[in-house]
T-cell receptor, first 112, second 113 residues
Framework: DTAVSQTPKYLVTQMGNDKSIKCEQN?????MYWYKQDSKKFLKIMFS???????INETVPNRFSPKSPDKAHLNLHINSLELGDSAVYFC???????????FGPGTRLTVL | QQQVKQSPQSLIVQKGGISIINCAYENTAFDYFPWYQQFPGKGPALLIAIRPDVSEKKEGRFTISFNKSAKQFSLHIMDSQPGDSATYFC????????????FGTGTRLQVTL
């Protein structure tokens, strides 16, 4: 059973398009996150949701809009994609705020 | 502003040797220090973690050493194996509603035969 799953695994799109990445966790965790890993492998938090409530928005452009329909899902919608958005996006979840986080397999986004 | 500094950037160790990766942090409010292991094309996976009330934690071949006064912690991999070849990230977080993992820049470990 996959603990944290993301779809799609790969996403190739043109500049200016809008795309979404979906994330689901079956761990019963209360907190979910989106992280971005750039080409140098640096991992940085983007958003955090606790019980469907946004608690962290780490100076991410407002072209990025997370949505949490329920505790087990956290989706990421990106408008007007730019070349600099190319990265690997990881969803993660944890039971405790700031505690042990379980990461998904990642979505590699390539903007052409 | 890099709140968690990690070194070295890359490391080559012979099979059976000891791999040592170091991290330093600035924010004294951090109270959870995990290490993550990432293989190519995969998500980071929690390897081992420590809280500041202990100075060392060992799980199998992996040990975290923690120095609260120096604000440093390190990962030691004993008897390194080729299967340990991966990128390792240290991280830090603090309890509370604004909690998040702040990662180091990663260390690419290669264990040679």
């Amino acid at each position: 059973d996959t603990a944290v799953s993301q779809t799609p695994k790969y996403l190739v799109t043109q500049m200016g398009n809008d795309k979404s990445i979906k994330c689901e966790q079956n761990l019963g965790h209360d907190t979910m996150y989106w992280y971005k890993q750039d080409s140098k492998k640096f991992l940085k938090i983007m958003f955090s949701y606790n019980n469907k409530e946004l608690i962290i928005n780490e100076t991410v452009p407002n072209r990025f809009s997370p949505k949490s329909p329920d505790k087990a899902h956290l989706n990421l919608h990106i408008n007007s994609l730019e070349l600099g958005d190319s990265a690997v996006y990881f969803c993660a979840s944890s039971q405790d705020l700031g505690g042990r986080s379980t990461f998904g397999p990642g979505t590699r986004l390539t903007v052409l | 502003q890099q709140q968690v500094k990690q070194s070295p950037q890359s490391l080559i160790v012979q099979k059976g040797g000891i791999s040592i990766i170091n991290c330093a942090y600035e924010n004294t409010a951090f109270d959870y220090f995990p290490w993550y292991q990432q293989f190519p094309g995969k998500g980071p996976a929690l390897l081992i973690a420590i809280r500041p009330d202990v100075s060392e934690k060992k799980e199998g071949r992996f040990t975290i050493s923690f120095n609260k006064s120096a604000k440093q912690f390190s990962l030691h991999i004993m008897d390194s194996q080729p299967g340990d070849s991966a990128t390792y990230f240290c991280a830090a977080s603090m309890s509370g509603t604004a909690s998040k993992l702040t990662f180091g820049t990663g260390t690419r470990l290669q264990v040679t035969l």
